[in-house]
Antibody, heavy 120, light 107 residues
Framework: EVQLVQSGAEVKKPGESLRISCKGS????????IAWVRQMPGKGLEWMGI????????TYSPSFQGQVTISVDKSIRTAYLQWSSLRASDTAMYYC?????????????WGQGTRVTVSS | DIQMTQSPSTLSASVGDRVTITCRAS??????LAWYQQKPGKAPNLLIH???SLEGGVPSRFSGSGSGTEFTLTISRLQPDDFATYYC?????????FGQGTKVEIK
């Protein structure tokens, strides 16, 4: 069974750093792109970027380029999303997803989401 | 970026109704469109890809159509489990983009 299991909810202060994780199982982790999607409270879905675990090739949405870093450790089948300096506007639910086959494909499996709250 | 516009934003319907949601792209995306269902507090779930291909396990009352810039998601007979928010998603080109969502509410 394909599963993406994300790390737990986080409460942080503005300016703090954070890394959240997404562990894949039940499939060939290095063969499928992983995407990150943001959902701000009460709002829609926003694509942040993708990474290919096989070679760590990453592509970012222009809206998120320079704001976050997507990385992967294929030895432990885990993808990461990190911030060096959080802002209140980063408060959101973050989902990791598996991309169907190629880098441009629908998202067939989703993690349960990681809620990030940034507040002073 | 390709803009995706869904209509309506909210839809009130009754069990058994036929429901149609429209998604328009700001430029042609051929058939590179997916539809997702999201229930409160849950991750989205893929319903349809390539505009009209139903995912395994998705009830046949869901169907998708369209190509180019105009697409529809139809629920033939609305069931209680279908009250949720629906999103379209273009994956023709990066950055991939989503519609703003359509909330299907109980009338």
């Amino acid at each position: 069974e394909v599963q993406l299991v994300q790390s737990g909810a986080e409460v942080k202060k503005p300016g703090e750093s954070l890394r959240i994780s997404c562990k894949g199982s039940g499939y060939s982790f290095t063969s499928y792109w992983i995407a990150w999607v943001r959902q701000m409270p009460g709002k829609g879905l926003e694509w942040m970027g993708i990474i290919y675990p096989g070679d760590s090739d990453a592509t970012y949405s222009p809206s998120f380029q320079g704001q976050v870093t997507i990385s992967v450790d294929k030895s432990i089948r885990t993808a990461y999303l990190q911030w060096s300096s959080l802002r209140a506007s980063d408060t959101a639910m973050y989902y990791c997803t598996r991309v169907y086959t190629g880098s441009l494909d629908p998202f067939d499996y989703w993690g349960q989401g990681t809620r990030v709250t940034v507040s002073s | 970026d390709i803009q995706m516009t869904q209509s309506p934003s909210t839809l009130s319907a009754s069990v058994g109704d036929r429901v149609t949601i429209t998604c328009r792209a700001s430029q042609s995306i051929d058939s590179w469109l997916a539809w997702y269902q999201q229930k409160p507090g849950k991750a989205p779930n893929l319903l349809i890809h390539k505009a009209s291909s139903l995912e395994g396990g998705v009830p046949s009352r869901f169907s998708g159509s369209g190509s180019g810039t105009e697409f529809t998601l139809t629920i033939s007979r609305l069931q209680p489990d279908d009250f949720a928010t629906y999103y379209c998603h273009q994956y023709k080109t990066h950055p991939v983009t989503f519609g703003q969502g359509t909330k299907v509410e109980i009338k």
